[in-house]
C-alpha cells in the first residue's frame, strides 16, 4: 500500500536511489541554472540582442552538456570516481560554453564574465581547495585566450585597449573568486572531516560504554538493558526466554599456576568459541570476572539446557593457550523467566541454580526450577549430560537457601 510519504515511481524513475539519488540531485540543481541562463539568452534572441543562430548553438550545446553529465551520474558510471558528481569535468565543459557564447554574442559579451564566477562558485560545493583553484585558473585561462584571440582577428569594437580591460577585469576577478572559493572549500573540509572524527569519537564512547573491552562481549550494563528490553517483549508476546549464568570452574588456579595472561586468555577464547556456538538471537555478556550470563529468548528451559550442555562440551574439549596444554571447564545456572518475577529475582535463581551446580562437583548445568507461585509444576526434565549421576533439574524455591 502506498502511503503518502512514499516517493512516487516516476521521481526513483529520474533521481534513481540509494547514493545515486543525491548525486543526481546535485547535477538537476546544475539544470535550474543551466534553465534559467537558457531563459535569459532567450529573452536576449527576443530582443535582437543576440541572433537566434547564436541562441540555437548556445541552448544545444548547454541541453548536450547538462544530458550528457546526467546520464553518466545517474546510470552510475560515474560511481567509480571519487567525485561521483564529476563536477571537475563539468565545471571546465560549463566554461568552454560561456567563453564561446563570451565570443559569439557581441558586444553584449561582457555579461558573460558573471556566468563564469558563477561556474567557479557552484562548483567549490564540490570540489577540494586546490580543485577550486584550478578551476578558477581555468577559467582566467580560456576567456583571456578568447580575449587576445578576438583582438588578433580584428573583432569589430574589441580593440587591443578593450581586450587588455576585459582581461584585467576577468583574470583578476575569477582568480580572487578562486581564492575565495578554495578558502570556503577548505573549510567545508575540515568540518567534514571534524564532523567524522565525532561521529567516530562518539562510536569508541558507546563501544566503551557497552562493550567488555578484553573479551568484545557486552558488558553488564549494556546486558542488563539488553534483559530489560526482552522482559518488556515478553510481557507482550508471552514468549519464554531463558537465561544462564556460566561460571570458568577453578579459574583462579589458572590465574595461579600460568599467569594473568593466560587468564586474559581462556577468558577471550571462551567468548569467541560461545559466540559461534550460539543463535543470532542469543545475547551473551560479561557478568565479572569469570562469570558470564547468556540470554536465549524463545526457548524453555529444556531447549535452553541443550544449547548451554553443547556450548559446556565444546568448551571441555578445546586445548586453551598457545601450547594447548590447558584445559577448562564451566559450569551453569539455567533460569526460565516466570511471568510476574523481577528481573533480580529471575537472575537470583540462575545464580542459585549456578551455586548449586558447583556444590554438586561443577562441569554441568543445572536447571532452577520455576516458582511455585507462578508455576506450581515443576519445569519439564532436560536430557541428562555427561554425568550422568547429576540430575539436570534443581528445585529451587525462593525460599530455598
Request: include cysteine; hydrophobic fraction near 45%.
Amino acid at each position: 500500500m502506498t502511503t503518502l510519504s512514499s516517493t512516487p515511481p516516476w521521481v526513483n524513475w529520474i533521481t534513481g536511489t540509494g547514493p545515486v539519488r543525491r548525486h543526481v540531485m546535485f547535477g538537476l540543481g546544475a539544470g535550474l541554472i543551466y534553465a534559467l541562463t537558457a531563459a535569459i539568452m532567450a529573452h536576449s534572441a527576443w530582443l535582437g540582442l543576440i541572433s537566434a543562430g547564436v541562441f540555437g548553438l548556445l541552448l544545444g550545446c548547454m541541453a548536450t552538456t547538462f544530458l550528457l553529465f546526467f546520464v553518466l551520474v545517474r546510470s552510475g558510471w560515474s560511481q567509480r570516481f571519487e567525485d561521483p558528481v564529476l563536477a571537475m569535468p563539468h565545471g571546465m565543459v560549463s566554461i568552454l560554453i560561456i567563453v564561446l557564447a563570451y565570443v559569439l554574442i557581441g558586444e553584449y559579451r561582457g555579461d558573460t564574465i558573471i556566468l563564469l564566477a558563477q561556474a567557479v562558485a557552484v562548483a567549490m560545493f564540490r570540489l577540494r581547495p586546490r580543485q577550486c583553484l584550478f578551476l578558477g585558473g581555468w577559467a582566467a585561462l580560456c576567456v583571456s585566450v578568447a580575449q587576445f584571440g578576438l583582438v588578433w582577428s580584428g573583432e569589430p569594437g574589441f580593440s587591443l585597449q578593450r581586450g587588455l580591460t576585459h582581461f584585467t577585469v576577468s583574470a583578476v576577478s575569477l582568480m580572487a573568486l578562486a581564492v575565495v572559493a578554495m578558502w570556503i572549500s577548505a573549510m567545508r573540509v575540515r568540518i567534514s572531516r571534524q564532523s567524522d572524527e565525532l561521529r567516530q569519537t562518539l562510536v569508541q564512547a558507546q563501544a566503551l560504554a557497552t562493550t567488555d573491552m578484553l573479551t568484545g562481549l557486552l558488558n553488564r550494563r549494556a546486558m542488563t538493558d539488553q534483559l530489560e528490553s526482552e522482559l518488556a517483549r515478553v510481557s507482550r508476546s508471552g514468549n519464554p526466554v531463558c537465561v544462564a549464568l556460566i561460571d570458568i570452574d577453578h579459574f583462579k588456579k589458572v590465574n595461579d599456576h600460568y599467569g594473568h595472561r593466560m587468564g586474559d586468555e581462556v577468558l577471550r577464547s571462551f567468548a569467541s568459541l560461545a559466540q559461534g556456538d550460539l543463535r543470532q538471537v542469543d545475547q551473551l555478556g560479561r557478568w565479572g570476572g569469570e562469570e558470564f550470563l547468556l540470554m536465549m529468548p524463545h526457548v524453555d528451559a529444556s531447549q535452553a539446557w541443550v544449547a548451554v550442555e553443547r556450548l559446556r562440551n565444546h568448551i571441555a574439549a578445546h586445548p586453551m593457550g598457545d601450547s594447548g596444554n590447558l584445559t577448562v571447564t564451566i559450569s551453569a545456572g539455567l533460569a526460565q523467566f516466570s511471568h510476574g518475577e523481577s528481573l533480580d529475582r529471575w537472575i537470583e535463581r540462575a545464580d542459585q541454580a549456578l551455586y548449586q551446580a558447583k556444590q554438586s562437583g561443577r562441569n554441568r548445568c543445572l536447571i532452577a526450577e520455576q516458582p511455585p507461585a507462578t508455576s506450581p509444576s515443576p519445569a519439564p526434565a532436560a536430557p541428562r549430560g555427561p554425568n550422568a549421576s547429576v540430575a539436570p533439574v534443581v528445585r529451587l524455591h525462593p525460599s530455598s537457601p
